[in-house]
Nanobody
Framework: QVQLVESGGGLVQPGGSLRLSCAAF????????MGWYRQAPGKQRELVAA???????NYADSVKGRFTISRDNIKNVVHLQMNSLKAEDTAVYSC???????????WGKGTLVTVSS
C-alpha cells in the first residue's frame, strides 16, 4: 500500500523556520521525482519545490533563497526546510511522488503551515 505521510507543519511567526518531512511507503522511492506543493485558501495549488530522482532541484520564484528541498533515498524521506517565513507562505503543504516514465503519481494528505504573529 502506497502512503505519503507529511509532518512538521504548525504555527510559526513571520521570519521563523519550519522543516517539513514526507515519508514514503510502498514505492521504489529512489525512482520517483518528489515535489512539495501548497494550496492557500481560495487559491490554486502551486508547486513550491521539486527534486528529481537525479537530484536536480527547482523552486517557485516566491521561495527561492528561503526554502531548500532535499531527499534521503535510504530513509525514503523528502524534506522541505523553510526559512524566513512570510504570512503569504500560509497554506496546506502536500507531498507528491511522480514516476515520469510510468506515469504514476501519488499524493499525501498534506500538513498545514500557518505563518502569523
Amino acid at each position: 500500500q502506497v502512503q505519503l505521510v507529511e509532518s512538521g507543519g504548525g504555527l510559526v511567526q513571520p521570519g521563523g523556520s519550519l522543516r517539513l518531512s514526507c515519508a514514503a511507503f510502498g514505492i521504489f522511492f529512489s525512482m520517483y521525482d518528489m515535489g512539495w506543493y501548497r494550496q492557500a485558501p481560495g487559491k490554486q495549488r502551486e508547486l513550491v519545490a521539486a527534486i528529481t530522482s537525479g537530484l536536480s532541484t527547482n523552486y517557485a520564484d516566491s521561495v527561492k533563497g528561503r526554502f531548500t528541498i532535499s531527499r534521503d533515498n535510504i530513509k525514503n524521506v523528502v524534506h522541505l526546510q523553510m526559512n524566513s517565513l512570510k504570512a503569504e507562505d500560509t497554506a496546506v503543504y502536500s507531498c507528491n511522488a511522480h514516476w515520469k516514465i510510468r506515469g504514476v503519481s501519488y499524493w499525501g494528505k498534506g500538513t498545514l503551515v500557518t505563518v502569523s504573529s
